[in-house]
């Protein structure tokens, strides 16, 4: 199973790390293999994680880390053959409901497991209430004891709030908080396992080190940790080894701080990758596509800039700072914003622009919440695809869905969406291919301004690429690309110029070869320094 | 509606190839219908397998396959329309008070009765939409409210004397042996087949019903594809009130009311049909003629009508059962 | 043999005007009713022909001095129980269970109105030939149902002479149905042994969707039926479709109750006949039963005195162009009554 | 963790205070009731004013209030129950038929009648939770053919003569001047309040309503609960059958399936109050009585009763209506 003839855990005999001889491993699960339909989603995957320690999981969009962990939870059942050994117990699989909480497993699902419409107190009791055998509930107690945790850590949530109320990443913090407090509680003294599936993407970056230090705090303590994420320096920083899966098979297991990230990306991706960059620089002295003024929305204030033809422009700061409200707004998708907005020589009020306006001046949006805002799980790739093009197929007798079909797969091709069958619903693609399909659905417009909140939120290194050259060729026919993002790499990657956020406004600019990822994470953190006094000012 | 070569996700190896399962869960339907249809014509050859038996059949079942069908355009949309069978009643009787009892001519009291539909629709979606209420409630509470003003118009009498000329152009009149209002019905059925289908409106329904907010977001103007859909509904239910006035050629306050739950029970049908999992009006029409056909075949042999309850809710539930063991019982979503 | 004679003297004896016949004898009705109270609660209030009923004894009530109150409802039983309550807590001193409302299916509550001191009436809620027993029921005033049947099957054998197949369509949920049914067709086999006739139940509630198809199907299993008998009129309104689907549009309908629809109906010739029963001579003959009992002068009936009226094409018109409720029988009992109850 | 940047929502300023925007909108619907009873207190003093009235009015629409319950519960775990009014009636004629047709002895006939509300609970779980198939649709056919069972049962006829000791127990027997029905309702009112408050399954049914893939996720058996609560309702809404025998000593195979759409009007009105947006026994309860005040008074002012349905559909749309108002016509999920 090992790819690499180095590996530093060949000298066991049974193919298992361990730190202290004799010791069982915390979580050993054999042979996991998962279909769904005619998709063999995980083939004969095999885990270790042992005692204290910090475990990566990586692999492309789509390559089955999320339906392992939905299998250890209980959701999915595995194909016969499988089986899972914890601290050197076997526990039964298919995971009976409850299961997992019983054997101290906790989990940060990748969706986050909350439910909007209830409240904040109701969804950190979730776990529990769902297995409990007690037959009543304390409120006055369970109210006190969620405001102690959340004291704990440190978070100002009112715990009677609507989590619909709260913004993403609240949402984040309230699903690790439970998921550590669940572990603390549940788990025998040095045992446990706690699960993240890619928590990180709706962090701020300080949000992103205080998880790491509350993981760090975890293991010390005996517990062990399987974290998911596709930001590789986060995962060399973090684990202490890491397995990566590609097409639902194990590629391999690596010792964290021996692999460097070009092995890591080879891993995943299976080949080498070159990595895209967009040729620095100011962007072409072209005319300008949109003059952005005053505009205010939710918590940004008086944004102000000039977005040119083929310029990628970046809007980036920390969460809740602002940034991502700008194209929203732009495209009227966010009431009670004021502004104005100039593009194609026409002068919009900001609160007079909705979805059908701001498209018809050749506007796209395309929104982070992607089986939420930017796609319907239930209808097909087509469908979905065809959405804002329908009229270019229309005949004499009305949608000719052949050529609709053909215009799907082509564009399927083009963006490499796999599987590419145009039929087949959105929902059932990965993160990474929905995506994809996301952004075909506008790029075939060819939009005068395409802007795109966190669009590869959750994306793999190799789709990643993919869709940066498809943002690249748009901006060389012409379009202006407008990117929302937290993601200071990425941004990195692809800008001609980067605007940073602090408290809704926009507090300094970088351009050309100042760009870089320290750049830009150095700027979002200063920015926010003297954050008392701007809190002040702002309200 | 899709394009045929539109097969659903799980099943569809390579999509271009024949998907025989997809193919039986789509016309399952049919096919119970043609087994029904050659049970009863066995067993009784020489009254139900008869051309005068089958128009009877065609012909009689108008007015729900219109009721069916104003069901199913706020259902793709998302919203519940409780209120059509209570807007067929009131158009229904507002052509019988005008013509009948008020003496006003026939055309203008066809047209007003489609003015009340559109009224009643307008309402819906003023509630609906304006003060963003579940669907459910406001058709529920609209649908009582329409009632409390059928029997006041009408004094809860039936009226009858309705300008025969209606009759005569709903029932009185035969093409090829069948009545009139098989071809309107099958008329309606197939605009809305091809609005469903072929139609930058229809994607836009579909959208809304699915995902509101993907719907928005791609710039469709969601409240008003809403509002279109609950009018479309409480017009087509007018135009089932016109039908099922020059069916019988009266209107009574209350007998339309009662055709709701198997509208309903037609919609959620056909839905299992034709294309599985979205209401679609070609599975409408074969699910009201399954039904018709039972019914008929029944009670032709004699059987008791208890029975036909029986074979209501039974060929539902199993109907749906059959079509769900075909998709290996996957939760669907259907709209 | 039919039996053509007897037949045709039924329906003679049916197709003239109505005679008073004092159902008992005479009494000072305005002294001993003065001040009393009763409660007349229908079926359902949306029903025209109980309206029609409940608006004639509220006036035939004021007209002898005392008061007659309708309990408006929507014919559903928490209603009725609601309005016997309201009776009993509310001083009055007789309840009554208007053209429908089986007393025995309100046991508990009617057994309650009995022990508070109230009278309890019911009438115009079953057939004469029904037997069950109502315990608790001080005037129980059945109609003769079974009458109906006869002199329907009568005119059906009349018309045919004697070549009858009838189509009868029930609703074995309203009580009276079956006996209705039963001497219709202990009728049509005296009077015509080779005459046939054919009932399917219908439940009330399904009529709108089922009598049509019903009836469709009959006729096209058995076309040679030749006569269409819906037991209560207003189910006219739904075989009428089937027999224009099924190209039967010769085929007669006769029916009972006299709604003013179907009488337009006769005018119009979509049907043939329809057995009226006076709507205010209903009103009447029940408020004279019950002042029999509350006054204790006797003579009270056990059956609801009601001349049946046949209307037929050649006089729906007395019955008012559109016909309208209680016309057209003439008003014998108006005077008749009062003379009765010494109004005169 | 720390996240310094975020405040606290705008919403809840501080969360200790007073929410009087929040406290409008949960006794709105009691406070209409309370105006209401005033109103037809001024205007009939002597009549509706009453004990006996008031005591009427409670006693009399336990029926009702048993029947919104049971539909409640599977409202609550997202699941729409249109069986539970056939149901009701199934119960209430096998008790008759037993008892006053066959002399079963009561206690076995009220045994019996669980036992069939059981059986009808499982065959909608079966269809719903093995074969997937959404809930509407299964419960509006196994309502019919639950209607065709119980036109067999009793020959379409009413059946009268059931054990006077049923009706003792229901409304024969007062304390403090109502009947004990009222208590019953109150009972069990107070019950499913306290499971949906206070319990662990309680919030496992509203878990499972607002997010089954989450609950899943969470460990909840989900399909157990949707069981649970499908056979709760069928199970209550035979209890509703017993009290509705007991109400009137008879059964009869229809009027019983005429509650079916007041339930739902009161459950959604209900889901106005109290907590507002959730299925709530208390909001229930207020619902039906605000209704049933309603409708009293209108019957007592003599006024003619297409009246009442023009209040029963204009209440429930105002009512909701006004309450979206003061949530500032924000879309809500009810559930
Ligand atoms: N319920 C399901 N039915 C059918 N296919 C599914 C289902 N859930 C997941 N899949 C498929 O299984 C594959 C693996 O998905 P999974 O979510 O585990 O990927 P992942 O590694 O977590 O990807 P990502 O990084 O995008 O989160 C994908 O191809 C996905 O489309
Ligand atoms: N169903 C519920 N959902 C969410 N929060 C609730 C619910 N019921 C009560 N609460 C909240 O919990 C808080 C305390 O409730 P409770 O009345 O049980 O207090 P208590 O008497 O202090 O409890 P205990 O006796 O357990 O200490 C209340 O402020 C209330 O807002
Ligand atoms: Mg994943
Ligand atoms: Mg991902």
Redesign the interface.
Known sequence: MMTSAKDPFADLKDGLPRRKPGEAPALLARKVSKIFGTTKVLDDVSLAVMPGEVHGLLGANGSGKSTFIKTLAGLHDPEPGAELIMYGEAAPLPMPAGGARRRGISFVHQNLALMPSLTVLENMLLNDLAVTQQWNIRWGKARRQVAEIFERFDIHIDPMTLVSDLPQADRALIAICRAFEEVRVTAGEGRGLLILDEPTPFLPKSGVDQLFTLVRAVVAGGASVIFVAHDIDEIREITDRATILRDGRLAGTVVSAEADHERFIELIVGERVTMFQTARGQAPDRPVTASVRKLSADVARDVTFDIREGEVLGLTGLIGSGFDRVPEAIFGALPGSEGSVEIGGKSLAVEAITPARAMAQSIAYLPADRLGKAGVGSLSIAENMALPVMGEFRSLLGMNWPKINAHVSDLGRKYDIRPNRPAQALSSLSGGNAQKVLMAKWLQTAPRLLMLDEPTQGVDVGARQKLFHAIDEASRKGTAVLVASTDAEQLAQICHRVLVFSKGRIVSELTGAAITKDSISEETLRAHAPATDQTQEVA | M????????????R?REINWAGLAESYALVAALVVLFCIFAML?PT??F?W??V???L??QAV?VFLTLALIIPLTTGDFDLSVAAILTISAMTIAVLN??MGVALPVAILAALCVGAIAGAANAF?IL?????S???T??????????T??MS???????IDFAL?MAV??TRFLGI?LAFYYAILMAAAIW?VF????MG?RL??VG??R??A??????VDRVRFASLMASAMIAALAGVLYAG????A?????N??L??A??AA??GATAITPGRFNPVGSVVAVYFI?IG??GL??LGI??????????????SA??LS??VRK??????? | EADLEAARAIVEAHSVLPSFEAPGAPFDAASCMAGKRILSIPTSSAIPFVSGIEEGMVAAAEEVGFEVRTWQNQGQPTQWVQGIEYAISNGYDAVDLMAGIDPNALAPQVAAAKDAGLKVFASHHRDVTDETAEPNVDVSLPLSFSRVGEIIAAWIVTKTEGDANVLVIGSDDVPPSQPYWKSFEAKLAELCPDCKATYYNVPVAEWATKIQTTTQSALLQDPSINYLFPIYDSMSQFMLPARAITGRMDLPIASFNGTPFIIDMIRNGDVEMDVGESLGWIARSSLDAYMRDLCEVGDVPDELYIPFYIFDAANAETAGVPAELDKGYGDAHVGGFRALWGLE
């Not at chain 2, 304006?130 to 579940?134: K, L, S, W």
């Not at chain 2, 019982?329 to 709209?335: A, D, L, M, T, W």
Request: proline share 6%; no cysteine.
């Open positions: 899709t394009a045929p070569d539109i097969t659903p996700p799980a099943a569809a190896p999509w009784l009254t139900f008869t005068a038996n128009s009877t059949m012909g009689s729900l009948a009892r509630f304006y003060f963003r209420i579940p459910l409630i406001v529920l509470g609209m649908g009582t409210f329409i009632n409390g003003l029997l006041w004094n809860s009498a039936t009226i009858g004397g009759v029932v009185g009545p091809y289908g072929f139609t930058a994607r579909l959208f699915r995902g907010e993907v928005r977001l791609s710039g469709i103007q069916t019988i050629g009266a009574d306050p209350n007998s339309g009662t055709f739950l198997p309903f029970a959620f049908l018709v019914i008929t009670t032709m008791q009508s208890f029975v036909q309850n029986l074979f209501y809710g039974g060929a539902l539930v749906v059962a769900q063991l019982r996957e939760e669907q979503q259907v709209g």
